[in-house]
């Protein structure tokens, strides 16, 4: 497929503020990964120099190999015990009073890393009272009692990404099946008392009535909260981008979430899953789950 020139409105400014080098410098000092950089999210720039960054568990290479993803992909290396720890000290650090976990797939673990993430929920939690926390995280190859660890832990918002709509899972490398998988998902985190999220790439080939569908079988499940963005191509090795959807075009899926009855919804060009995460959580009714 020829590739789609990038238009205007996918331009970001090289980093250049203080607090940008500052938050890198903590990063490296306590030797964590950010999705921020193994994913290589536009929005690293003005995020870091807003002083927040979503923190990458359980190293920086995924078991598995979706063709929109530019993390590593191989064998990963044992977790490290210390990172809770770790992660903690820099969530003090940067002075964060709302944190985002997630973490690349471990399906060499017998639960996925759901303890891993108990951890650094407790971790986090203890040594900076009051802090929120939302979690990112994999499908536990629909292992729900790993799900429960981590509900268990106590995060503000489980956050599961849908990634895209049924009848493109095949372009992302991803069997149909486990579209259903992460439905499950979502509605048993709602079960177990969770406050739920999740967020759809657009720009692989979907059509409209398609997005339809997924967002009617978000609200099926009970989401309460939605990002939608633009996917990017990260290399030539993966998935082509197949159209870049106008900010206009945003605005008017945003507009059908919201009537779907989701209590939140950033949609945009860059949006990507923890964009504006704070914002999100705090137009949530008090007692919201």
């Known amino acids: 497929m020829r590739s789609v020139p990038k238009p205007s409105w996918l331009k970001v400014r090289l980093p250049a503020h203080p607090a940008y080098f500052e938050v890198g410098e903590i990063v490296r000092r306590n030797q964590l990964h950010t999705i921020c950089q193994s994913a290589r999210c536009p929005n690293v720039g003005s995020c870091w120099a807003a002083r927040t960054a979503t923190f990458l568990i359980l190293g ?145 080939g979907e059509g409209g009535d398609e997005v339809i569908r997924t967002l009617a079988d978000l609200r099926e499940a009970d989401c309460d909260l939605l990002t939608l963005g633009q996917y990017l191509r990260p290399s030539r090795d993966n998935a082509a981008v197949s159209r870049y959807v106008t900010p206009e075009e945003f605005e008017v899926m945003k507009a059908r979430a919201l009537a779907f009855g989701f209590k939140g919804v950033e949609a945009g060009p860059l949006v990507r899953s923890s964009y504006r995460a704070h914002e999100m959580w705090s137009v949530l009714p008090k007692g919201t789950a």
């Not at 598995?64 to 003090?92: D, I, N, Q």
């Not at 108990?118 to 926390?133: D, E, H, M, Q, S």
């Not at 849908?162 to 992302?172: D, G, K, Q, R, V």
Request: some cysteine; charged content about 25%; hydrophobic content about 35%.
């Open 60 to 204: 920086d290479v995924c078991t598995r190999r979706c063709a929109f993803c530019a993390v590593k992909k191989g064998v990963p290396g044992p977790p490290r015990l210390t990172e809770p720890g770790r992660v903690a000290e820099a969530v003090g650090s940067l002075g964060l009073k709302y944190v985002v976990l997630t973490s690349v797939t471990r399906d060499d673990l017998p639960d996925g890393g759901a303890s891993a993430f108990a951890r650094t929920i407790g971790a986090v939690k203890r040594l900076n009272p009051g802090v929120r926390v939302e979690v990112l995280v994999p499908d536990f190859q629909g292992d729900l009692e790993a799900l429960g660890e981590v509900i268990g832990a106590g995060p503000d918002v489980l956050n599961h990404n849908l990634e895209t709509t049924e009848a493109c899972y095949s372009l992302i490398n991803r069997p149909p099946e486990n579209y259903r998988r992460s439905l499950r998902l979502l509605k048993t985190a709602k079960k177990l008392g969770a406050t739920t999220k999740s967020g759809l790439m657009v720009g692989l």
